[in-house]
């Protein structure tokens, strides 16, 4: 593969993912600031490191594997989304489009490198 991880428009839109993720966490009150605050932005964090290592590494069979660590760490974030809305009452919605349609991407390009 030519270029770097960030010629991956993956990366890229989950990347943009970590700042949203950022802007919405900074709206909870502070006492989830070691719970779902920090889980989520963990989780959000995770995405685009795990593409980028596993584009740097030396197989597919690896950079697979950290697909598939990514495409967890989504699903993870997806359902904090989830939690947030029900029990902050904040519109996550266009934020879990987001986060599927990068799930989405990222399952389509484990199934090609396999």
Known sequence: MAGTHEDLVIWQRSLEVIFLIYELSAQLPDGER?????QMRRAAVSVPSNIAEGYCRFS????RRFLGIALGSAAELHTQLIVTERIYNLDTSKLRNEVIEISKMTRAFIKKLS
């Open 60 to 63: 597919q069979k690896d950079f």
């Open 34 to 38: 070691f719970g779902l605050v920090s």
